[in-house]
């Protein structure tokens, strides 16, 4: 049997350079730019899948209006990456934690390593 994999906690820097932080960057940007088929090519299947039955729930307007209220409280990237405060690796899986625009609420996100490397998946707490 292969050992147990390591878990990992990053702060500061260290979780802001991270390549979650990256993947997190590039699918929000993604998203509000070009919604989620832009969305998916930084997403695991699972979070695709979810997105997917996120949009159903909403439906196109109100997914629509999510995206514009995100569009206008979006940072610049080199802003947004302050904002990361901590990554934790356990394995294939990694979680990260953001400020959000909303004082005292974080933003969460889940990724998973594919074959294509991390990807942000649904979020496992």
């Known amino acids: 049997p292969s050992p147990p994999a390591s878990a990992q906690t990053l702060t500061g820097a260290a979780a802001q350079k991270s390549v979650q932080a ?36 909403f439906g196109a307007p109100g997914f629509e209006q999510m995206r514009a209220e995100k569009k206008k409280a979006r940072l610049a990237p080199e802003q947004r990456r302050r904002q990361i405060k901590k990554v934790e690796v356990k394995g294939d899986y990694a979680y990260l934690e953001a400020e959000s625009e909303r004082k005292g609420v974080l933003d969460v996100a889940g990724f998973e390593k594919t074959a294509e490397g991390w990807k942000v998946a649904p979020v496992r707490r």
Not at 35 to 50: I, Y
């Open 22 to 57: 990256d993947v997190f960057i590039a699918y929000e940007n993604a998203l509000i730019d070009g919604g989620l088929d832009a969305a998916a090519k930084h997403a695991a299947p699972s979070k695709v899948k979810e997105n997917q039955e996120m949009l159903k729930a």
